[in-house]
């Protein structure tokens, strides 16, 4: 007789066979957006919500990784065939990012999951933990926070403007070559010369229209951080950073997320940029399970307030 997690499998399978008469397996969303995912494994959820300039593909090496132990989901968000690329630029927002993960999980049934979000994936992953923590057994923000402080907010507003123009006006094929050569993205050409060609290609392959309205709808006008600054100090949700020392824009909300939030944790990847699950596969992943290991055996509570002294070398001035 097989077994429940064969059993469980066999039923997944059998779903996605009967959607739209497609082998391919699709979650819907509030609005009707088809979002293509894929799953490998069993064991506790744990799902990979990927940054801007990837797609589901993005996580193959946590995937081929985590699912000896885990029950791995990746999905492409909307405007990233193979998933659906909504017209309307009203369908593109941060809410939208926040929401669809919570349809995938809904999807699948899954009431909890662990979730791993990179850079615009990190955002999205923030702000599920924010409307619905119930859904979270923890959350990995990695490269999250690029344009997010005050003083650059602005900037950041009027490059991604820029770059949803330069998309618009000349495609993915054109604009994945700028794109791909950021300066936190140099550090994979030179680690991993063929992965980083693998991703530049990846790139190049996405929707003009889905990238463009992305950057538009979504990149542009997100929040600040520091905006929601006594929300995310609510968080009560384990929750680990990370951040290559390379990803200027990303370091110093970094570390203002691991003050903020009482269960954070912050590892610094040395020498690294902003894809750190491509560059430092190794490391990025074994930080992670280290995490969920912890989270799984209730040994990542709140900081230690003794951790946080209002001097500098821990001891009054007037002893």
């Known amino acids: 007789m097989p077994n429940r997690a064969s059993q469980d499998n066999a039923l997944r399978l059998g779903q996605r066979q009967r959607i739209g008469g497609s082998h391919m397996p699709y979650a819907t969303t509030k609005d009707n957006v088809k979002l293509y995912f894929e799953e490998t494994g069993s064991g506790a959820p744990l799902l990979f919500v990927h940054e801007y300039a990837a797609d589901h593909r993005n996580w193959e090496t946590q995937v081929r990784f985590f699912s000896r132990l885990y029950r791995c989901i990746t999905f492409s968000a909307r405007g990233y065939p193979p998933s659906e690329v909504p017209e309307n630029p009203n369908s593109y927002s941060q809410e939208h990012a926040r929401d669809d993960v919570i349809a995938?999980?809904?999807y699948l049934k899954i009431d909890k999951a662990h979730i791993v979000g990179l850079s615009q994936g990190g955002f999205a992953t923030l702000h599920v933990a924010l409307a619905y923590p119930q859904r979270a057994r923890s959350i990995t923000l990695a490269g999250a926070g690029s344009g997010a402080q005050?003083?650059?907010?602005?900037q950041f507003r009027k490059e991604a403007l820029a770059m949803a123009d330069l998309i618009q006006q000349n495609g993915m094929e054109v604009a994945a070559q700028r794109y791909a050569l950021g300066a936190a993205r140099v550090q994979l050409q030179n680690k991993d010369p063929r992965?980083?060609?693998?991703?530049?290609?990846?790139?190049a392959q996405h929707s003009t229209l889905g990238s463009a309205l992305t950057m538009r709808g979504y990149q542009a006008k997100r929040?600040?951080?520091?905006?929601?600054?006594e929300q995310i100090k609510r968080i009560d949700v384990p929750t680990?950073?990370?951040t290559g020392d390379e990803d200027e824009p990303c370091i110093e909300?970094?570390?203002w997320l691991k003050r903020m939030i009482p269960r954070a944790?912050?590892?610094v990847m040395p020498r690294a940029g902003h894809a750190i699950n491509l560059e430092e596969p190794d490391a990025f992943n074994q930080a992670i399970v280290r995490f969920l290991h912890a989270v799984e055996n209730d040994k990542w509570g709140p900081r230690d307030p003794r951790a946080a002294p209002g001097t500098l070398l821990g001891v009054g001035a007037n002893r």
Do not use: H, M, T, Y
């Open 265 to 267: 944790g912050l590892c």
């Open 104 to 106: 995938v999980l809904d």
């Open 150 to 154: 005050p003083a650059v907010r602005d």
């Open 195 to 203: 992965g980083w060609q693998e991703f530049a290609n990846q790139l």
């Open 240 to 242: 680990l950073i990370i």
């Open 253 to 255: 909300p970094s570390v």
């Open 223 to 229: 929040p600040s951080l520091w905006d929601l600054e």
